[in-house]
T-cell receptor, first 114, second 114 residues
């Protein structure tokens, strides 16, 4: 059974700093990995999607990497801003073809201190 | 991009009544939709997978008669919480499978049963 873990569970950093969020998964047979953002009481916003054949994806100040063989992904946020404060979730898609499932990590609650 | 609309965003109901939550794909056809549940400070847990025109597939431990899922068209899936009880109070989120096995999420529904 796939298990996805995110470290740290919570992180506070001063505004302007660069930071890295970590995600690990136990079964490397994945189709892709996604990073999401969730604001309190809100739904999920997809940030980056990395296919299993890719090593990284970039969008603005965000860069996500994927090391499928070691079961790890990182989300790098450059020049953090107070608006980046949210919970960040990573999720992997795996399962048999036609029966794919998305397994979520436990999340990292990020607070950017102005 | 693909948008999923979920309604209502908040609902309060009395114990013993039923509540219906709708999830619509606005600009694409979603043959597969997913329903998740999230308890406070926990990650999302998949409840069921619904495929248009067929019965939903429920995860282990999820009561089929309690959480009725209907996916009658390519743009609409509904989750009905029947005979709701306070322990059903939670945050429910739907998502739809888009291209490249990416997912788009609804904005979520906060259900409070009193």
């Amino acid at each position: 059974k796939q298990e996805v873990t995110q470290i740290p569970a919570a992180l506070s950093v001063p505004e302007g700093e660069n930071l890295v969020l970590n995600c690990s998964f136990t079964d490397s047979a994945i189709y892709n990995l996604q990073w999401f953002r969730q604001d309190p009481g809100k739904g999920l916003t997809s940030l980056l999607l990395i296919q299993s054949s890719q090593r990284e994806q970039t969008s603005g100040r965000l860069n996500a990497s994927l090391d499928k063989s070691s079961g790890r992904s990182t989300l790098y946020i450059a020049a953090s801003q107070p608006g980046d404060s949210a919970t960040y979730l990573c999720a992997v898609t795996d399962g048999d073809f036609g029966n794919e499932k998305l397994t979520f990590g436990t999340g990292t609650r990020l607070t950017i201190i102005p | 991009g693909a948008v999923v609309s979920q309604h209502p965003s908040r609902v309060i109901c009395k114990s013993g009544t039923s509540v219906k939550i709708e999830c619509r794909s606005l600009d694409f056809q979603a043959t597969t939709m997913f329903w998740y549940r999230q308890f406070p400070k926990q990650s999302l847990m998949l409840m069921a997978t619904s495929n248009e025109g067929s019965k939903a597939t429920y995860e282990q431990g999820v009561e089929k008669d309690k959480f009725l899922i209907n996916h009658a068209s390519l743009t609409l899936s509904t989750l009905t919480v029947t005979s709701a009880h306070p322990e059903d109070s939670s945050f429910y989120i739907c998502s739809a499978l888009t291209g490249d096995y990416g997912y788009t999420f609804g904005s979520g529904t906060r259900l409070t049963v009193v």
